[in-house]
């Protein structure tokens, strides 16, 4: 085994172990929580070790780094996440290798996804991303859609070709009323999923949580935990 397999397989473990003390602790079971890992400035061989170990679940934030690595690692039985802001001018390329993407926030980006996705002949699975940091602009600092503007978002997404509503995703708020109150924020988004599913019993994916408060998420009943650091190390410097 090489040393950065070695590396990572230590700190897989390491996050495994979180994960499962706080299923246990809120009363839940560990296949409950999907781990995706996030590996954003990382090379395409951490995606192969990653997948050495059995991870089958990773995500990315920007097209121009993540598309050369998801053909780099198109031989691999990996789900590819798109986390980031994305832009619509982008949305062909992300459409070719995303199987999720994460950051549904408006409907002219629905209108994009749907259309390449139809054109590539796949189904995208979408989740809305919810700014629980949103201003009177209806967007949050990080992206993301007002809660009030979750229904007619998903109704969107629901009624669009190539396209699967499956769930909500928020990032903890750096500002605002749930800014270091990770808890609440993730309990709060269990609440906008509960109304959620109500309409689209189907949109089941809670993607909150990442490397510093993964415990909080699963406390509060996600099923999607985002982590990099704490498995891949701390990010080299881009640029």
């Known amino acids: 085994m090489t040393d950065r397999k070695?590396?990572?397989a230590a700190n897989l473990a390491k996050v495994?172990?979180?994960i499962t003390a706080a299923c246990n602790a809120a009363g839940r079971t560990r296949d409950e929580v999907t781990l995706i890992v996030v590996t954003k400035t990382y090379p395409a061989s951490d995606v192969r070790i990653l997948s050495e170990l059995g991870v089958r679940h990773v995500a990315e934030n920007r097209d121009q780094d993540a598309a050369p690595k998801a053909a780099a690692c198109a031989d691999l039985p990996l789900?590819?996440?798109f986390v980031g802001q994305l832009q619509t001018n982008k949305v062909r390329s992300v459409v070719s290798y995303a199987n999720f993407v994460q950051s549904v926030d408006r409907a002219r980006l629905v209108t994009a996804l749907s259309r390449e996705a139809?054109?590539?002949?796949?189904?995208v699975g979408c989740l809305i991303q919810v700014a629980l940091d949103a201003g009177v602009s209806g967007r949050g600092e990080r992206g993301g859609v007002a809660p009030e503007g979750i229904e007619e978002l998903a109704d969107l997404v629901a009624g669009a070709p190539g396209l699967r509503l499956d769930g909500l995703m928020?990032?903890?708020p750096l500002t605002g009323e749930y800014a270091g109150r990770e808890q609440a924020a993730f309990e709060r988004l269990m609440d906008l999923s509960t109304d959620l599913r109500r309409a689209h019993p189907a949109a089941t994916m809670v993607s909150a949580g990442m490397s510093v408060d993964l415990e909080q998420a699963v406390a509060a009943g996600a099923t999607?935990?985002?982590v990099g650091t704490a498995v891949l190390?701390?990010?080299p410097r881009l640029g």
């Open 233 to 235: 190390g701390v990010r």
């Open 170 to 172: 928020t990032v903890a």
């Open 118 to 123: 139809v054109r590539a002949g796949r189904e």
């Open 224 to 226: 999607h935990v985002r």
């Open 6 to 8: 070695t590396e990572i």
């Open 16 to 18: 495994e172990e979180r």
């Open 79 to 81: 789900n590819w996440h």
